[in-house]
């Protein structure tokens, strides 16, 4: 084994034959959604058996379409988890609605479902909950509470390719479901998101939005004999088609999407059972019913007895410990942020650290150590003895 290696949080991993299924849609001047797109899409509705599959720009468009999709406007509130990728907060913003931050469960990263009841208002719309790092948060209570408060939910599944709740794949069980493509994440077409429902009146009002509100695609145009046809626009919509290009991308890598899962998991097997013993580390919990995807591998920094008071100490601790992984070459993260710190949150909402203590801890404690699929076993096992023997 080298004594110095250069792993990457993350690595791209594409096969020959995805390099070169990008040259089709070049080739025959498609370039913008069309065909491939379309298989693409028809492929993850297959995968994640869900009825309707919409392929766009992101994940933040993704989110962001569901809502307006849905008529989520000023005035409106929408229950975001505190500790999450920024975009999930944002799009509600975009749309002029107001967040309701609420705070998650330190063991699992995601909403605590205890709190969402207890922030719930006369102009609350949607709960968004997000599958963080792979892992579903726990969808059954989530979707009572919304059918009691009649409240939509919009899953954000950007981190959940692979992640099923009790068998079903996330993304299925909320109003709607929203998937990230980014090179972040375990299947990529560079910037790209999906949205799968099983309405097909929302898929519809969807599918209508991301083409600027048209009523006919490109592809069903180019298929017809009435060239005098245009499409009407019912919508004041929006550009956030994927192109043929990344369709093609995407659509070539379903076709090994269960090995990259199963390849994902072994990895983070392997993980788990090389760090049980080190109570410093807690490594990420997956529950009886839930299969993680393992977008990442986010662990809690000596996770005994954290709170508010002695944050700081293992923050600095955590900090020299990453400073010393990256001068070994191994690159780790902070899980995500908390968002409430953001200064935009901060300052637009007044938010202080103790507002969401969990999701605060988590942003000043967590440790992402890298996983991908195409990591070699020496990449791996040089992480493994270099953290066992950290401390
Ligand atoms: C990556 C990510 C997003 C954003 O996805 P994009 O495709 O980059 O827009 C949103 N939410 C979460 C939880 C993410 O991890």
């Keep these: ?31 913008v959604q069309g065909p491939k797109v379309e298989e693409f899409e028809s492929k993850w509705s297959k995968f994640t058996s869900s009825e309707n599959s919409l392929a766009v720009t ?39 609605g107001k967040v309701i931050f609420c705070d998650i ?63 079903r794949h996330v993304g299925t069980l909320g109003t709607t479901g929203c998937f990230s493509f980014h090179p972040r994440k375990a299947l990529t077409t560079g910037e790209g998101g999906m949205v799968t429902t099983s309405d097909s009146k929302l898929a519809d009002k969807i599918r209508c939005l991301r083409d600027h509100g048209a009523t006919m695609s490109d592809l069903q145009r180019h298929m017809g004999a009435k060239p005098y046809l ?38 983070a097997n392997i993980y788990n059972e090389a760090f049980s013993t080190l109570e410093w580390l807690r490594t990420p919990v997956c529950y009886e019913g839930y299969e993680h995807g393992y977008q990442s591998y986010p662990c809690m920094f000596r996770p005994e007895n954290l709170s508010l008071q002695n944050v700081k100490e293992v923050n600095q601790a ?43 801890i988590a942003n000043e404690c967590s440790i992402s150590l890298p996983l991908f699929h195409g990591m070699t076993e020496d990449e791996q096992n040089f992480v493994i003895e270099f953290v066992k023997n950290s401390f």
């Design 1 to 31: 084994m080298t004594s110095k290696m250069n792993i990457p949080i993350a690595r791209t991993s594409l096969l020959e034959n995805e390099i070169q299924s990008v040259i089709a849609p070049l080739e025959n001047g498609w370039l």
């Design 58 to 96: 992101s994940c933040t468009t993704a989110l962001h379409l569901s809502l307006a999709a849905l008529d989520f406007g000023p005035g409106d509130e929408a229950i975001v988890p505190a500790f999450t990728w920024i975009s999930t907060a944002n799009v509600v913003e975009h749309l002029g």
């Design 105 to 167: 469960d330190p063991d699992t990263f995601n909403i605590d479902v205890s709190q969402i009841e207890g922030k719930i208002t006369s102009k609350t719309k949607a709960i968004l909950p997000v599958h963080l790092f792979g892992l579903a948060a726990d969808m059954d209570p989530i979707n009572d509470i919304a059918e009691r408060h009649n409240l939509w939910v919009v899953e954000d599944a950007a981190c959940g390719f692979g992640a099923k709740y009790f068998g």
């Design 230 to 267: 245009l499409a009407d626009h019912p919508e004041a919509g929006y550009n956030q088609r994927m192109t043929d290009i990344q369709g093609a991308l995407g659509s070539a890598q379903m076709d090994r999407a269960n090995e990259i899962i199963l390849e994902r998991r072994n990895l």
């Design 318 to 360: 955590r900090n020299a410990w990453m400073e010393l992984l990256q001068t070994a070459g191994i690159s780790t993260r902070p899980a995500t942020h908390a968002v409430h710190m953001l200064s935009y949150y901060q300052k637009k909402y007044k938010c202080e650290p103790k507002d969401y203590p969990n999701a605060y």
